[in-house]
Nanobody, 124 residues
């Protein structure tokens, strides 16, 4: 079993930056992909970014690339999401997820483990 714990959410102002963290524990292997997703009230879950723990290859949603950056710290089994120039429409619950196999990294249904999520609220 794998546990994912997100942290770093909060209430910020428009234009602020925030860094989210996700730490993986349990029966993880050395090769997996961690992704970040978000879901706003009344909207579908949206892919943000993913990173391959082994190769460091990264994958981004085109609409968020440039403002959001994903990175990882293998020693801590952690992945981070740096979010800059935040806007009110970025308000959502942000969740990290883990998968072991390749495929469509933007497809939430292909991830095997999920964290509980952390709330990000951007006020205008």
């Amino acid at each position: 079993q794998v546990q994912l714990v997100e942290s770093g959410g909060g209430v910020v102002q428009t234009g602020d930056s925030l860094r989210l963290s996700c730490e993986a524990s349990g029966r993880t292997s050395s090769v997996y992909v961690l992704g970040w997703f978000r879901q706003a009230p009344g909207k579908e879950r949206e892919f943000i970014a993913a990173i391959n723990r082994g190769s460091s290859d990264t994958y981004y949603a085109d609409s968020l690339k440039g403002r959001f950056t994903i990175s990882r710290d293998n020693a801590k089994n952690a992945v981070y999401l740096q979010m800059n120039s935040l806007k009110p429409e970025d308000t959502a619950v942000y969740s990290c997820a883990l998968r072991y196999f390749g495929g469509d990294y933007s497809n939430a249904g292909e991830y095997e483990y999920w964290g509980q999520g952390t709330q990000v609220t951007v006020s205008s």
